[in-house]
Structure formats: structure tokens, C-alpha cells
Nanobody, 124 residues
Framework: QVQLVESGGGLVQAGGSLRLSCAAS????????MGWFRQAPGKEREFVAA????????RYADSVKGRFTISRDYAKNTVYLQMTSLKPEDTAVYYC?????????????????WGQGTQVTVSS
């Protein structure tokens, strides 16, 4: 089992920045690829970003490329999502997941373990 706890969400104006954190505990953090997803009201959950177990593989949704950066700190068992140039359409609950990067152009990540989510609201 891997337990995941997200933090860092909040309310920010359009154009602003936030950094989300996901603290992992339980089974070996370094053995998993890590991903971020989001779900806006009335919409399906969508892939945002993923990082490989070694940090050498990165995947981003087209909608966040150039604005969001995923990273991981092995010493702290934590994965981050740095979000810049935020837009109102980025408003959603953001979820962290531990799993595996897969060959899929739409959703290149399969999550085995999920956090409870953190709300991000971007005002216009």
C-alpha cells in the first residue's frame, strides 16, 4: 500500500502560481512512477502530468505544457506540481497518484494508488 496526501491547493487569480505537493508513505516511493490528474465539476478526471520512477521520463497534457512542471524529491518522498500562468480553466480538484507510465497518447499514466485531492480555484 502507498498512502498519498496532497496539499498546496487554494484560490489564486488568473496568471498566478501555485505549487502542489504530494507526500507519499508506505511502500517504496522510488519504485513508482508518479502522476497528477484533475477533475473539474461536471467533467471527467483528466491526466495532467507524470514523472518516471527515476525522474528521467516526463509526460504532460497539451493543455499544461510550458506552464506546469512535475518533479519529485526522493529524500522527502514527495512529488510536486509547480503551476504557473494559471487560467480559470485550470480550476479543478487535483489528485496525486502512484502507478506507471504507459503507452497511451491521451492518458499516459495508470494509477494504482490515489490521494484524496486538493482544490485549486483560479479566479478571472
Amino acid at each position: 500500500q502507498v498512502q498519498l496526501v496532497e496539499s498546496g491547493g487554494g484560490l489564486v487569480q488568473a496568471g498566478g502560481s501555485l505549487r502542489l505537493s504530494c507526500a507519499a508513505s508506505g511502500r517504496t516511493f522510488s519504485g513508482y512512477d508518479m502522476g497528477w490528474f484533475r477533475q473539474a465539476p461536471g467533467k471527467e478526471r483528466e491526466f495532467v502530468a507524470a514523472i518516471g520512477w527515476s525522474g528521467g521520463i516526463l509526460r504532460y497534457a497539451d493543455s499544461v505544457k510550458g506552464r506546469f512542471t512535475i518533479s519529485r524529491d526522493y529524500a522527502k518522498n514527495t512529488v510536486y506540481l509547480q503551476m504557473t500562468s494559471l487560467k480559470p480553466e485550470d480550476t479543478a480538484v487535483y489528485y496525486c497518484a502512484a502507478g506507471y507510465i504507459v503507452v497511451d497518447t491521451t492518458t499516459p499514466f495508470m494509477g494504482n494508488y490515489w490521494g484524496q485531492g486538493t482544490q485549486v480555484t483560479v479566479s478571472s
